[in-house]
Structures are given as structure tokens and as C-alpha cells.
């Protein structure tokens, strides 16, 4: 079985929503267990949350998630998954990477060191 502290990359200064999306997903998948954009939206933020209050640090840094008609969004991730409707998700939610010399790649963020949001999703 691969140890998802391994296979992902977090760090202690925070992450993008995608890779905590990313994160939920694996886990999700382990478990067995379908996930919605909805649902997906909803722990990424409780995880933001619980993240924010236990460590004084917010999980998600790269955005802020905005209040819709349906419960806190962040809106990249909601751009990368809104093709799956109310259907589970069956991917993962890739980034453009830039880099200092103008090039770019497309890469699928994750996280490691995942004990810093691991006691959050686990409540969910």
C-alpha cells in the first residue's frame, strides 16, 4: 500500500487549494469512498478551517474561498472539477506550473508531511 505522506507535497508554509483537493481525493480513493465537487469544495474548506484554528496558519494559500449559493468555494478548484457535476470525480486537479525562466509545465500538486492536515480530514 503507498504511504500518501510519500507521495504528496505539503509544507508548513501552505498549499494550493488543488493540492488539498488532490490529497482528499487519495485519501478518498483508499477508503473507497466517491466524492462530488460539492463535497470535495466543503472539506478542502473545513480542512482550510480546522488547519487554520489548530496551527494558526491557513492550509490554503493561494486563494480565498468565496461564499456561493451552495457552501464556500474555491473558485480554481471549482473551474477544475465543475465538468463532473454532480458526478464523482475521477481525476486529479492539475496546475500550470511557472518557472523563474519562463517556461512552464502542467503537473498534477500534492502533498507530503501530510500530518499537518491529516487529523482534519480524518474528522470529515
Do not use: C
Not at 10 to 25: F, I, W
Not at 57 to 64: F, G, H, M, R
Not at 108 to 119: C, S
Amino acid at each position: 500500500m503507498t504511504n500518501l505522506n510519500e507521495t504528496h507535497n505539503l509544507t508548513a508554509m501552505g498549499h494550493t487549494a488543488k493540492a488539498v483537493a488532490n490529497y482528499v481525493l487519495d485519501l478518498s480513493e483508499r477508503e473507497g469512498v466517491e466524492i462530488t465537487p460539492l463535497k470535495l469544495q466543503k472539506m478542502v474548506y473545513i480542512a482550510h478551517g480546522w488547519h487554520l484554528a489548530i496551527r494558526g496558519q491557513p492550509l490554503v494559500t493561494d486563494e480565498y474561498a468565496e461564499a456561493w449559493d451552495h457552501g464556500p468555494v474555491f473558485p480554481s478548484l471549482y473551474y477544475e472539477i465543475r465538468e463532473f457535476g454532480k458526478k464523482p470525480i475521477t481525476r486529479r486537479a492539475p496546475d500550470l506550473i511557472l518557472y523563474d525562466d519562463g517556461s512552464a509545465k502542467l503537473e498534477t500538486p500534492g502533498l507530503e508531511d501530510a500530518d499537518q492536515i491529516m487529523g482534519a480530514v480524518q474528522i470529515l
